[in-house]
């Protein structure tokens, strides 16, 4: 995939420790101030967000911006093509960028622009801010907590069940929505097998949990069933057989497999699934995995099935 050291780019990955993937660190990842709050309401259009319709970390701000309503106040870019240096912002063309008049073609020079000497990965989501022309944010969760306060609502962070949820988050991030790229990547068989039970086992205690609860949290929406579902949108086409998370498919697990289309019914969300983007990506754009660029069938299910 490659890097930028001291704000120029190398080929070299630096992604495994002793066999281990290690998802790459955000380096613009502080809380966003609550000044850019109130910017973001005074001049709708200001921040972009710049993600990938493949990537489950865009996905989650894109479906934070959706299911809040902010298409009008936050625009967003979908960057795509092949990856030549990294992420391609527009397929291989030269794209404006966003409050400049320059132009870019792959994602690490908003990264440059930003931070001169900037050393590391470049990655998506991003929030540009057109004013200041620098990233401000290249952190999902800070993202996607910048645009649940913009919606203003609360209501995917509800707070009586604030801690309980961010509990079960940061335990789902672990072993499930990171665990798959843990497993997939995986450089030795130690390392795959400590990942692939963290990811069945989370997928057990899930499934459990929906016995008794409509969504993670309870009877509504949360912020942890949109996180959850982004990752098993791509189960079964994607981790199941390219990451070799093969012990039991999303529709081996009932009630996992009927809370994910009772979301992706939800009003917005199956705009937000490019099923094609997240095939071509994982299987002809990443070259991580060895093999030909031969982008597989999806497997049937029928997402529209009434849950
Ligand atoms: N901490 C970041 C991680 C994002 C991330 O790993 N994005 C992947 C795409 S799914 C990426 O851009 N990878 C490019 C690379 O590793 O160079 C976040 O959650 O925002």
Redo the contacts with the bound molecule.
């Keep these: 995939?490659?890097?930028l050291v001291k704000g120029r780019w190398r080929d070299e990955d630096q992604?495994h420790i002793n066999g281990h993937y290690q998802?790459?660190?955000?380096v613009f990842?502080g809380e966003i101030e609550g000044e850019h709050l109130k910017q973001a309401r005074n001049q709708p259009g200001r921040y972009v967000l710049i993600g990938?319709a493949?990537?489950?970390?865009?996905h989650?701000c894109i479906l934070v911006r959706a299911v809040e309503g902010l298409e009008g106040m936050i625009p967003i870019h979908l960057a795509h093509g092949p990856r030549v240096e990294?992420?391609a912002l527009d397929g291989g063309k030269e794209w404006p960028i966003p409050g400049t008049r320059n132009t870019a073609r792959h994602?690490h020079q908003l990264y440059s622009l930003s931070e001169p000497a900037y050393t590391g990965?470049?990655?998506?989501?991003v929030l540009w801010d057109r004013e200041t022309c620098r990233i401000v944010s290249?952190?999902?969760?800070q993202?996607v907590a910048f645009l649940a306060a913009l919606g203003g609502r609360g209501r995917l962070f509800p707070t009586p069940t604030a801690a309980a949820q961010e509990e079960l988050q940061l335990r789902m991030h672990e072993a499930l929505n990171n665990g798959v790229y843990r497993a997939g990547f995986a450089e030795s068989q130690e390392a795959y097998d400590e990942a692939v039970v963290e990811v069945f086992t989370m997928m057990d205690e899930l499934e459990e949990r929906l016995g008794d609860h409509s969504f993670l949290m309870g009877k509504a929406l949360s912020y942890a069933d949109l996180q959850l579902f982004v990752t098993l949108v791509r189960f079964d086409p994607v981790y199941y057989i390219l990451h070799r998370c093969c012990l039991k498919r999303l529709v081996d697990y009932p009630r996992l497999w009927r809370w994910a289309r009772r979301i992706y019914q939800m009003p917005g969300v199956s705009d937000t699934v490019d099923w094609g983007a997240i095939c071509r990506a994982s299987y002809a754009n990443d070259t991580r995995h060895a093999q030909p660029a031969i982008v597989p069938v999806l497997p049937l299910a029928d997402w529209w099935q009434l849950p």
């Excluded at 290249?138 to 969760?141: F, I, Q």
């Design positions: 995939m490659g890097m992604l998802r790459p660190v955000s990842d990938s493949s990537c489950p970390w865009s989650r990294g992420y994602l990965r470049s990655t998506v989501p290249n952190e999902s969760s993202i």
